[in-house]
């Protein structure tokens, strides 16, 4: 583990790389109460794309498995703290 870099059950940037599902380019996630279906947001150069369940799946899974890897605000604060103080 770098020094400096948060503890805990999240890895730091450096720590983890870049995740696999950021390869896939940006996109948003809505899930809304039933009956609403849970929708994927992506933006293309020709438009955005509304994609809805059942076809939207993978983007949820892709959606859940970074918010398991990612840092609460507390460890990305002190994440971005120690890396402003190693750069300067």
Request: aromatic residues 10%; glycine residues 8%; hydrophobic residues 35%.
């Amino acid at each position: 583990m770098r020094a400096g870099a948060p503890a805990g059950r999240h890895r730091g940037a450096y720590e983890a790389g870049v995740h696999a599902t950021l390869s896939s380019g940006s996109f948003s996630v809505y899930r809304m109460e039933d009956p609403s279906p849970e929708v994927g947001y992506v933006e293309t150069p020709k438009g955005a794309l509304y994609i809805e369940t059942p076809d939207s799946d993978s983007m949820m899974e892709m959606y859940d498995r970074l918010w398991e890897v990612s840092l609460s605000a507390e460890e990305s604060a002190e994440f971005i703290f120690t890396v402003s103080k190693e750069l300067t």
